[in-house]
């Protein structure tokens, strides 16, 4: 609506929790009458679903200020200033900044500084993203690994932590508000605390919130890097009941050669070590992962030890990119697998993942599951399966659900 300020938010959950921030600061500043756009540079369709937003914006509030931020902002800031519809772009370090709003003497449509001299997170301006049933805490950002394939360490920096005093405070004020679980997220959260004194790991970290909060009943953590997890996270997840059984595994590919040239820093074999390490610990854990279909070079067999990997780890939950080529990387240079290809694998992946959801689902039935209500009718099992209940529960509540059965996406159910 005329004189509102409308965030339009694209990519992670980071993206997602920095949004608020922006939300905030814009307040701060008295901004009226504007959209930002707060862009995600994963994907090329990431930013041509950004710039096709920002046209469309303009002809529906023609008399908005338009502002751009985010990773394809800070990437390339000349390509939006280039987009007559766009009034300003912001840096990733300069949209959550005092003052990034105010208007200036000077029409300076872009104010972007160089990524990589931040040295502070920026993570503590709100009390978390929160939706109704959770809230998220930004306990990292930026990423000081060099992937082939991708280009956000260049929208977000090198890797920075946040200090775990702030951490804990930020999770006790949010359990104090209500809130029953508390995800802990950043850009690569396993390498939380490389860069404070004396090197603390994201056990610690995680360590000390349950410690300290002893109220809070549930803590998750968003996705992480197999070649990162560390012997105190180990701990927590065989000894602590309210660290959730669920973790989202970064791990692109289950080929050696395509994960080298990928520059990863685990091997297949690292990966199935990591998920029975972690069912020795906590049996009860479900595993997610992120993989891309069709990477240069991947041949029939690279792909088909891939899919091979999703049932070898029992994966349950799958997230499946086809690659896109993002200039500059050192992958965009590789040959490239044909277009046709890596659609038709991608696909392929994509049907592996519900057939590892469909027996993940199976194990399920009978169990009495403790499931944090996300809406009315629609809560998160412990290990993150969604479930659609009937029977009455409080949104933000965990409720005892009895499992009947399922639709092949979720779990179907009836509260005690």
Same mark, same amino acid.
């Given at each position: 609506?005329?004189?509102?300020?409308?965030?339009?938010?694209?990519g992670?959950?980071?993206?997602?929790?920095?949004?608020?921030?922006?939300?905030?600061?814009?307040?701060?500043?008295?901004?009226?009458?504007?959209?930002?756009?707060?862009?995600?540079?994963?994907?090329g369709?990431?930013?041509?679903?950004?710039?096709?937003?920002?046209?469309?914006?303009?002809?529906?509030?023609?008399?908005?200020?338009?502002?751009?931020?985010?990773?394809?902002?800070?990437?390339?800031?000349?390509?939006?200033?280039?987009m007559?519809?766009?009034?300003?772009?912001?840096?990733?370090?300069?949209?959550?900044?005092?003052?990034?709003?105010?208007?200036?003497?000077?029409?300076?449509?872009?104010?972007?500084?160089?990524i990589?001299?931040?040295?502070?997170?920026?993570g503590?301006?709100?009390?978390?993203?929160?939706?109704?049933?959770?809230?998220?805490?930004?306990?990292?950002?930026?990423?000081?690994?060099?992937?082939?394939?991708?280009?956000?360490?260049?929208?977000?920096?090198?890797?920075?932590?946040?200090?775990?005093?702030?951490?804990?405070?930020?999770?006790? #004020?949010?359990? =104090?508000q209500?809130?029953?679980?508390? +995800?802990?997220?950043?850009v690569?959260? $396993?390498?939380? *605390? /490389? &860069?404070?004194?004396?090197?603390?790991?994201?056990?610690?970290?995680?360590?000390?919130?349950?410690?300290l909060?002893?109220?809070?009943?549930?803590?998750?953590?968003?996705?992480?890097?197999?070649?990162?997890?560390?012997?105190?996270?180990?701990?927590?997840?065989?000894?602590?009941?309210?660290?959730?059984?669920?973790?989202?595994?970064?791990?692109?590919?289950?080929?050696?050669?395509?994960?080298?040239?990928?520059?990863?820093?685990?091997? #297949?074999?690292? =990966?199935?070590?990591?998920?029975?390490? +972690?069912?020795?610990?906590?049996?009860? $854990?479900a595993? *997610? /992962? &992120?993989?891309?279909?069709?990477?240069?070079?991947?041949?029939?067999?690279?792909?088909?030890?891939?899919?091979?990997?999703?049932?070898?780890?029992?994966?349950?939950?799958?997230?499946?990119f086809?690659?896109?080529p993002?200039?500059?990387?050192?992958?965009?240079?590789?040959?490239?697998?044909?277009?046709?290809?890596?659609?038709?694998?991608?696909?392929?992946?994509?049907?592996?993942?519900?057939?590892?959801?469909?027996?993940?689902?199976? #194990?399920?039935?009978?169990?009495?599951?403790?499931?944090? +209500?996300?809406?009315?009718g629609?809560?998160?099992?412990?290990d993150f399966?969604?479930?659609?209940?009937?029977?009455?529960?409080?949104?933000?509540?965990?409720?005892?659900?009895?499992?009947?059965?399922?639709?092949?996406?979720?779990?179907?159910?009836?509260?005690?």
């Amino acid at each position: 609506m005329p004189g509102d300020v409308e965030v339009v938010t694209f990519g992670c959950r980071l993206n997602a929790y920095e949004s608020e921030v922006i939300r905030a600061r814009a307040a701060e500043d008295g901004l009226t009458d504007a959209v930002v756009f707060n862009t995600c540079a994963v994907t090329g369709e990431a930013v041509r679903q950004a710039r096709q937003a920002i046209r469309k914006a303009r002809r529906a509030r023609p008399g908005a200020t338009l502002i751009v931020t985010g990773c394809a902002a800070q990437i390339d800031p000349q390509a939006f200033a280039a987009m007559a519809e766009v009034d300003l772009v912001l840096g990733n370090a300069e949209k959550s900044a005092p003052g990034a709003y105010l208007p200036t003497a000077e029409p300076l449509r872009v104010r972007v500084n160089d990524i990589m001299s931040v040295r502070e997170t920026a993570g503590h301006l709100v009390d978390g993203l929160k939706d109704r049933a959770r809230a998220y805490v930004e306990v990292q950002n930026g990423c000081d690994h060099r992937c082939t394939f991708c280009i956000i360490p260049y929208g977000r920096g090198n890797s920075r932590s946040a200090a775990a005093g702030e951490v804990v405070e930020q999770v006790r #004020r949010l359990t =104090a508000q209500g809130y029953r679980e508390i +995800v802990l997220t950043g850009v690569d959260v $396993t390498s939380w *605390g /490389a &860069d404070l004194p004396g090197q603390p790991t994201l056990g610690q970290l995680v360590a000390r919130i349950l410690k300290l909060v002893p109220e809070l009943s549930r803590l998750r953590l968003s996705s992480i890097d197999a070649a990162e997890i560390d012997a105190d996270l180990l701990r927590c997840l065989a000894q602590e009941p309210r660290l959730m059984p669920y973790l989202h595994l970064s791990l692109q590919a289950g080929d050696d050669m395509i994960l080298k040239r990928m520059k990863r820093r685990h091997s #297949r074999a690292d =990966a199935l070590t990591l998920v029975a390490e +972690v069912r020795a610990a906590r049996p009860d $854990t479900a595993f *997610g /992962a &992120d993989f891309i279909a069709g990477f240069p070079t991947e041949t029939e067999a690279m792909f088909e030890n891939t899919l091979r990997l999703v049932e070898e780890a029992d994966l349950a939950f799958l997230h499946v990119f086809p690659y896109s080529p993002r200039p500059g990387t050192p992958a965009a240079r590789m040959p490239a697998v044909r277009g046709d290809v890596v659609k038709a694998r991608a696909a392929r992946l994509r049907a592996a993942g519900e057939a590892a959801l469909t027996r993940h689902l199976d #194990r399920q039935a009978g169990r009495v599951l403790q499931g944090l +209500v996300e809406r009315p009718g629609v809560a998160r099992a412990e290990d993150f399966t969604e479930i659609a209940f009937t029977g009455e529960a409080t949104v933000g509540g965990v409720a005892e659900l009895r499992v009947t059965g399922h639709d092949g996406k979720r779990l179907l159910a009836a509260t005690l």
